[in-house]
């Protein structure tokens, strides 16, 4: 993964400083610390250690108030972000971004099939069948892209009749 730490902030790789500014405080990524503050702070509870750059490089500090903030600011589901860890949620956030500039740039079925099957993965369906009825529109001979989109229909109406009678789960 493409880091880049400037000024005490962290910046990933498909986001350029313009691009992830805070609103509010007009900086840019998220609050980073070196290692002898980060671990007093990860002591107390206020920074993180993540490792984004693989287990055999150096661990990166990050302040867990400026890394709620900048999830927020990416639209990252709290609910999911509670059962992954932090270096998960940062290459999500990263790939889901990669994902939407390749699209602005080119867009293509596969690249819309992706970022469906990343929304499906993290339950959201009505963005993911969203991505994936494009996807067909890209590429309607492409069958892969109308079985899935059968099998989520399926899905979605076995989950409405379940939800209609609930007797039936006893």
């Known amino acids: 993964m493409d880091v880049t730490i400037k000024n005490g902030r962290v910046i990933f ?16 990524g998220i609050r980073a610390y070196n290692k002898f503050i980060g671990i007093i702070l990860k002591f ?3 920074a993180e250690e993540v ?6 490089n150096k661990p990166i500090y990050i302040n867990k108030n400026s890394f709620k903030d900048w999830c927020e600011r ?3 589901d709290e609910k999911i972000a509670k059962t992954l860890t932090p270096e998960a949620i940062i290459r ?34 009505k963005k993911g069948q969203k991505d994936l009825d494009s996807a067909i529109s890209e590429s309607p001979q492409n ?12 899905s979605k109406k076995n989950l409405a009749t379940i939800q209609q009678k609930p007797y039936m789960l006893q």
């Open 143 to 154: 069958l892969e892209y109308l079985e899935t989109r059968i099998n989520l229909l399926l």
């Open 51 to 56: 490792h984004v750059l693989g287990r055999e």
């Open 74 to 76: 990416h639209k990252f």
């Open 13 to 28: 790789a498909p986001f350029t400083p313009q691009e992830d500014r805070d609103p509010y405080s007009n900086k840019p």
């Open 92 to 125: 999500d956030i990263v790939y889901l971004a990669q994902l939407s500039k390749q699209i602005k740039a080119n867009p293509n079925g596969q690249d819309y099939f992706d970022r469906a099957i990343f929304y499906l993965n993290h339950n959201n369906l």
């Open 44 to 46: 107390f509870g206020k």
